[in-house]
């Protein structure tokens, strides 16, 4: 193959990892098609059964050796999930009536939420009630 078949290759893999959700396969695919794009310009990327035997080992070993740091990196820097989790305890206000386990809003913090109400009594609006759980991005409440 022409090198330029490999960078095109590498290219999109690369562009690809972008329109996935997260989970860094691709990429590292696609800077092992650059890699193997480099050796075969320089002239060192030798027979196609070569190249595709070092384009395997590049994205493996790549893969194998920078995925986890890269991952642990990016929990690092969205780190949120420890913070919404010491919103348990914390104090709500219902914006309207909530029957027992039925759905609502609610503010927390100076905003609003969507809240559920754990209770076996209605919880009317304006009144204090006490986060129990979080769960995504709804907040189950109940009396204070």
């Known amino acids: 193959m022409f090198w330029w078949h490999w960078a095109v290759l590498g290219l999109f893999l690369a562009a690809l990892e972008i329109l996935t959700p997260g989970g860094f ?4 695919f696609g800077l092992g ?4 794009s480099v050796l075969t310009l320089l002239g060192i ?3 196609l059964w070569l190249q595709v035997l070092l384009f395997s080992l590049f994205s493996i070993i790549s893969l ?3 995925r986890n740091p890269l991952l642990r990196m990016m929990q690092r820097k969205t780190g949120g999930h420890a ?4 919103l348990v305890g914390e104090l709500a206000i ?8 039925a759905v609502g809003k ?8 969507t809240a559920r109400n754990r209770g076996t009594q209605v919880i009317p609006a304006g009144c204090r009630c006490k986060v129990i759980q979080i769960d995504g991005l709804v907040i189950t409440i109940g009396p204070e």
Request: hydrophobic content about 45%.
């Open 25 to 28: 396969y691709l990429l590292f």
């Open 33 to 36: 098609g650059l890699a193997v």
């Open 45 to 47: 990327g030798g027979p």
């Open 64 to 66: 194998t050796l920078f």
């Open 83 to 86: 913070r919404v989790t010491t």
């Open 94 to 101: 219902p914006v309207t009536a909530l029957e027992p386990g």
């Open 106 to 113: 609610a503010e927390l913090r100076g905003t609003t939420w």
